[in-house]
């Protein structure tokens, strides 16, 4: 069965440090990988989606980047963090726009 | 714009009594429509997931219908219990998008 991982559950980090968050897929190959974000009274916004090894496509324009070094791996980065940032970070995959999603269990960042 | 909206925000019934819960969406131009439950503090669970060629699913107590035309799903949760205490959310893949556009969620409490 296929299992989504990511990692750390919780994360406080001081303002202008950098930020690395991994997720990877366990069970599937070629996925489609999500990062999404939850503000506290916001829905969930989408930040990035990956077709592919090395394809991004960014929803936002922010302080955000992400990469897919490999294919069940999608990784979360900032070389400078703001107070902005803080929020719960979910990644997801699916195997298409036609399919169910399953989401990870998320990462709370908090910057102070 | 292609958006989703789940009214009211925020409800409470009492356990035993069936739960109903409302999602409408902008454009019947989708893929699929996907209920999920979310735990406080965690990850987004996979309730039931609805084809745009389908008019409803069922997973055991749960059961969500679908109408594209009006723009509308609904899940029910049928004798509900204090362990359904959570927030539903309600998402949608439009075509020509590669995500779901997610609604701000029903929160449920089930009073014992």
């Known amino acids: 069965s296929q299992t989504i991982h990511q990692w750390p559950a919780t994360l406080v980090q001081p303002v202008g440090s950098p930020l690395s968050l991994e997720c990877t897929v366990e069970g599937t190959s070629n996925p489609n990988l999500y990062w999404y974000r939850q503000a506290a009274g916001r829905g969930l916004q989408l930040l990035f989606y990956s077709v592919g090894i090395g394809q991004i496509s960014s929803e936002v324009p922010q302080n955000l980047s992400a990469s897919r070094p490999q294919d069940r791996q999608f990784i979360l980065s900032s070389k400078k963090l703001l107070l902005s940032d803080s929020g719960f970070y979910l990644c997801?995959?699916?195997?298409?726009?036609?399919?169910?999603?399953?989401f990870g269990q998320g990462t709370r960042l908090t910057v102070v | 714009k292609q958006e989703v909206t789940q009214i009211p925000a925020a409800l409470s019934v009492p356990e035993g009594e069936n739960l109903v819960l409302n999602c409408s969406f902008t454009d019947s131009a989708i893929y699929n429509l996907q209920w999920f439950r979310q735990d406080p503090g965690k990850g987004l669970t996979s309730l039931l997931l609805i084809q745009s060629s389908q008019r409803e699913q069922t997973s055991g107590r749960l059961n969500a219908s679908l109408d594209k035309s009006s723009g509308r799903s609904t899940l029910y949760i049928a004798a509900s219990q204090p362990g359904d205490s959570a927030t539903y959310l309600c998402?949608?893949?439009?075509?020509?998008?590669?995500?779901?556009?997610f609604g701000k969620g029903n929160q449920v409490v089930v009073i014992p």
């Open positions: 998402a949608v893949v439009y075509y020509g998008n590669n995500r779901l556009a």
């Open positions: 997801a995959w699916s195997q298409g726009p036609n399919t169910e999603a399953f």
